[in-house]
């Protein structure tokens, strides 16, 4: 399998694989998270525009892995980083952060950052695991308890 990522446009026929494989990989959260993840409003055209807005990278063909990279300021925002479920424990996921690291040194950005429930615990050791350490906690609108924990990763 090759694990040099490679990025998908806008326009790219592969953009429907890559909102499965989304799908599939979020899938068991559904009942876990409150409220329920963006992903449930995610189509095609908007993923469409979120690729040709940001950076939408995955290893594999069809994709296996994916990460959308968003330039927020003074950070590189990580989205919807994800591997799929037969894949994982492979160093998929750490492959794309390595890969996340080297856009934040092009593009001048000190630091990594991406968000997790406050549900899913396994997803803080894994990130933790990665190198990332808690910054923040968030609520989604509505709700008075912290819903979402930020969570950044110094790039060298």
Request: charged share 20%; net charge positive; with cysteine.
């Given at each position: 399998m090759e694990l040099t990522p490679r990025r998908i446009s806008g326009g790219s026929?592969?953009?429907?694989?890559?909102?499965?494989?989304?799908?599939?990989c979020f899938a068991y959260?559904?009942?876990?998270?409150?409220?329920?993840?963006?992903l449930g409003q995610t189509t095609l055209p908007s993923l469409q525009a979120t690729?040709?807005?940001d950076e939408i990278w995955v290893i594999g063909a069809p994709p296996l892995a994916c990460v959308v990279l968003s330039v927020k300021p003074a950070v590189l925002y990580l989205g919807k980083l994800c591997v799929a479920p037969s894949h994982q424990r492979l160093g998929l996921a750490r492959?794309?952060?390595?890969?996340?690291?080297?856009?934040?040194?092009?593009?001048?950005?000190?630091?990594?950052e991406l968000?997790?429930?406050?549900?899913?615990?396994?997803?803080h050791a894994t990130f933790r695991a990665l190198g990332f350490h808690e910054y923040a906690r968030t609520a989604h609108a509505g709700f008075d308890r912290p819903t979402s924990i930020t969570l950044r990763k110094t790039v060298s």
């Amino acid at each position: 399998m090759e694990l040099t990522p490679r990025r998908i446009s806008g326009g790219s026929p592969h953009l429907g694989d890559v909102l499965h494989l989304m799908r599939d990989c979020f899938a068991y959260m559904e009942g876990r998270i409150d409220p329920p993840s963006s992903l449930g409003q995610t189509t095609l055209p908007s993923l469409q525009a979120t690729a040709d807005r940001d950076e939408i990278w995955v290893i594999g063909a069809p994709p296996l892995a994916c990460v959308v990279l968003s330039v927020k300021p003074a950070v590189l925002y990580l989205g919807k980083l994800c591997v799929a479920p037969s894949h994982q424990r492979l160093g998929l996921a750490r492959h794309l952060i390595t890969h996340a690291e080297s856009r934040a040194r092009a593009l001048h950005l000190g630091q990594l950052e991406l968000q997790t429930r406050v549900e899913l615990l396994d997803n803080h050791a894994t990130f933790r695991a990665l190198g990332f350490h808690e910054y923040a906690r968030t609520a989604h609108a509505g709700f008075d308890r912290p819903t979402s924990i930020t969570l950044r990763k110094t790039v060298s």
